[in-house]
């Protein structure tokens, strides 16, 4: 087992990363929580292939567990489906030192983070990420959030959870289409700030644990630097900002780590015609995408995508950062107006 210590201002905790850590679930959430009863908020395609592991365990451990299970995809993170979920809580009458269990991928995480930070101003949750992207990304970190229909996540909270438990016997039911999506993000991490990363995953050479493990402690560096993605935080949106407008514009239709390779190649091509980036930088990160099977273009128009990326929530005094890959493993933000983006956008196109 692999242990990464976040440590940020308002709490610190492990992500713990190796085989067969669901059946150490309940003496997990003894350990690190107050709670007597534990509910499982999960997925319609997720929990009938773990949930009933996940019950067990709590309750061997001598936790009440309950479960709540939502449809999979992307339309679960709504403003409907969190109300469900608070007043499902509610109806079950869960107190302020139970816990939820968010057994799922980067949806259920998200969802059950958000509800945890605001059902009776918040409670103790433990993420379990079941997805390669959530294992390396949006399980670490305390983002949650819901969408809102003109963009993605524009209502949620920064909220830390008491643990992240990785089992990565759950990546291996992973769809090939899942899993090729959470390449995206492990991609984004090694362009932003790993060359050796970048050639590890270029020659093949890693195992999993070890990936997971090398970009949960880059993200955990940065997010203990800044918490609250005002600064330093923001490189780690490297390829979303183009991304997310693509998978707005999409209708979901696109996994987030597709639109996520879709963003990075554009932002990448676009850095070339900026003079920001060199040529066979921009060659070798279209060459890892397409390794991994992952999209670089996109169907949708310059003009289609532009007041989307308007409403970027990363928007502050008429300016948005841009994240621009300088070199394999060197970004910087590149703060842009509104023309500037424009400008930005149309370059990412052939």
Request: charged content about 25%; overall charge negative.
């Amino acid at each position: 087992m692999r242990v990464v210590s976040v440590n940020t201002p308002s709490a610190s905790y492990d992500v713990k990363i190796g085989s067969g850590l669901l059946d150490r679930l309940g003496e997990e959430v003894s350990a690190h929580t107050r709670a007597a009863r534990a509910v499982v908020v999960s997925g319609e395609h997720v929990f009938p292939l773990y949930g009933s592991r996940a019950m067990e365990s709590l309750q061997k451990a001598g936790l009440r567990a309950e479960s709540i299970v939502f449809p999979s995809g992307e339309e679960t993170k709504s403003l409907a489906c969190y109300g469900e979920l608070l007043n499902a809580l509610t109806e079950s009458k869960l107190s302020r030192s139970d816990c939820l269990i968010a057994l799922g991928g980067g949806v259920t995480g998200d969802l059950t983070g958000f509800a945890a930070a605001t059902y009776q101003r918040g409670i103790a949750y433990i993420q379990i990420p079941t997805t390669l992207l959530a294992a390396v990304d949006s399980s670490v970190g305390g983002k949650t959030a819901v969408n809102l229909p003109a963009a993605k996540n524009q209502v949620g909270a920064f909220y830390q959870p008491k643990l992240v438990l990785c089992d990565t016997d759950t990546l291996s039911t992973l769809p090939e289409r899942e899993l090729r999506a959470g390449y995206a993000e492990v991609i984004k991490y090694a362009v932003l700030g790993d060359a050796d990363l970048f050639d590890t995953l270029q020659k093949g050479t890693f195992s999993q644990e070890e990936m997971i493990e090398t970009c949960v402690r880059m993200k955990a560096e940065i997010v203990a630097e800044d918490e609250h993605d005002v600064g330093r935080r923001r490189l780690l949106n490297l390829g979303h900002t183009f991304g997310h407008a693509v998978e707005a514009r999409s209708g979901y239709r696109l996994l987030h780590g597709e639109a996520v390779a879709i963003g990075t190649a554009m932002i990448a091509r676009a850095a070339v015609r900026m003079g920001k980036l060199d040529a066979d930088s921009w060659d070798a990160i279209i060459e890892m995408l397409d390794r991994f099977g992952l999209p670089t273009e996109t169907e949708f128009r310059a003009d289609e995508l532009y007041e989307l990326l308007l409403l970027d929530k990363k928007i502050s005094s008429g300016k948005l950062a841009l994240i621009v890959p300088l070199a394999i493993g060197w970004c910087e933000p590149v703060p842009v107006n509104p023309e500037q983006l424009r400008q930005w956008l149309e370059a990412a196109y052939d």
